[in-house]
């Protein structure tokens, strides 16, 4: 079964419990959080209670002190159901504040929505579960790119060549096949598509995916959304992963997809809300700068759905390559002890970095071209990055077949399959 697969964040979440009193755990729907924690609890010794039958979300309204009062952990999936079990579980922690009392599943993110936050604030540890990534369905060791990439900024000017710390970089890094990319590229990353061989069943899935999406999930986010016909839901998604990877005009997406503004807004909001998409925000160094957010899809199977980019050939597409990527990265921070921040920027003349990951003191500032030889203005946005940032190292990635290449003391090339 491919939800039996060990995830990576496994250990991230045991170690949150053995310290804080609630953690919580989020991620798009059918992402895989049941299976993962229902297998922990076991291990665990924990009870587990679903909010997906009646009988026990009834339970837990009608008696929710009750309900909540446990000997071991209580493991509640999709815990949004029931909001109002939040503050109790508030006050029972302020009296008795013990470590691993509450794992909390849920297909949104807590921390969005107001009655839930305000409860939690300070008291939970909130983790997302992503769609598998490359190295995690394939059950292989995970990729050490960006965490190599921070290490190797604090080696800078220490007594190293630039050649040779580049050289041991490398060194650390699997070159992997450009086929595999372009398989997961495809199917994306939620179990069943993931790891379906039948291209008209994973077809099917998708659909009924984007119907239970728009006519049940959003509504249960956003109730004014009620009046959202299927059409116009779809629309704005077709929509909204055409501008992948871009800054989000939502006034003209509201136009093609026959959406009033406040529409078009809360239904943005909502999709956020359920971890469908992230909202990345830009870094203003200039007049000229971007100040829009930019949309990035959480799983590359959905959006291919969407914009029928479902053939292997969509590696060769610079929004494809660009949300692989964005995938990949995204993996690789997330069980980081410490916080990442990304940012990216872009002026009106078409300078962009589009991933700048910030680690403390530390930045690293990434770049997608299709040349196999950078072009000469990618050279200079980074090089304008790394001086006005002390602590910091740019790389462009190229095409598989470029070569590896140190283009300034803090500015490297290497092709885009050493990530992986």
């Not at 039958?53 to 002190?65: D, G, N, S, Y």
């Amino acid at each position: 079964m491919p939800h039996s697969r060990k995830r990576f964040l496994e250990p991230v979440i045991r170690s949150a419990l053995s310290w804080s009193p609630v953690v919580g755990l989020f991620g798009l729907r059918q992402v895989g959080k049941t299976t993962l924690v229902k297998e922990l609890t076991d291990t665990l010794k924990g009870e587990f209670e679903t909010f997906d039958r009646e009988i026990i979300l009834q339970r837990a309204e009608e008696t929710p002190v009750q309900f909540l009062e446990r000997d071991s952990l209580l493991t509640i999936d999709e815990a949004q159901k029931a909001p109002r079990i939040f503050p109790i579980i508030k006050d029972l922690i302020g009296v008795k504040r013990r470590p691993g009392r509450f794992l909390l599943t849920g297909s949104i993110r807590f921390t969005l929505k107001k009655e839930i936050r305000e409860s939690l604030t300070g008291r939970i540890v909130m983790r997302e579960l992503l769609p598998f990534s490359l190295a995690e369905a394939a059950q292989i060791e995970k990729s050490v790119f960006l965490k190599e990439a921070f290490q190797a900024i604090g080696k800078i000017h220490h007594k190293n060549s630039e050649h040779s710390l580049f050289d041991r970089f490398k060194k650390k890094l699997r070159n992997t096949d450009v086929h595999r990319l372009s398989r997961t590229l495809v199917s994306g990353g939620l179990p069943i598509p993931c790891f379906a061989k039948d291209d008209q069943k994973k077809g099917m899935w998708f659909e009924a995916y984007f119907e239970t999406l728009l006519t049940r999930d959003v509504i249960l986010v956003e109730p004014t959304l009620s009046s959202l016909s299927f059409r116009q839901g779809l629309a704005f998604l077709k929509e909204l992963a055409l501008v992948q990877g871009n800054e989000i005009n939502l006034s003209d997406i509201a136009v093609k997809s026959s959406l009033s503004p406040l529409m078009a807004k809360r239904l943005i909001r909502s999709l956020e809300i359920l971890a469908l998409v992230d909202m990345i925000p830009p870094v203003i160094r200039a007049q000229k700068a971007v100040r829009k957010f930019q949309v990035e899809w959480k799983d590359s199977g959905l959006w291919g759905y969407l914009t029928g980019q479902t053939k292997s050939r969509c590696l060769f597409d610079i929004k494809a390559v660009h949300l692989l990527l964005t995938q990949e990265f995204r993996s690789q921070t997330s069980d980081f002890d410490d916080a990442v921040f990304w940012n990216f920027y872009r002026n009106r003349d078409g300078a962009d970095i589009p991933w700048i990951f910030k680690r403390g003191s530390r930045s690293v500032a990434l770049k997608f071209h299709p040349s196999e030889v950078p072009p000469s203005y990618d050279w200079r946005i980074l090089k304008k990055f790394v001086n006005e940032n002390k602590e910091s190292l740019a790389i462009v990635l190229g095409p598989e077949k470029s070569t590896p290449t140190v283009l300034d003391e803090k500015i490297w090339f290497l092709p885009l399959t050493l990530v992986f």
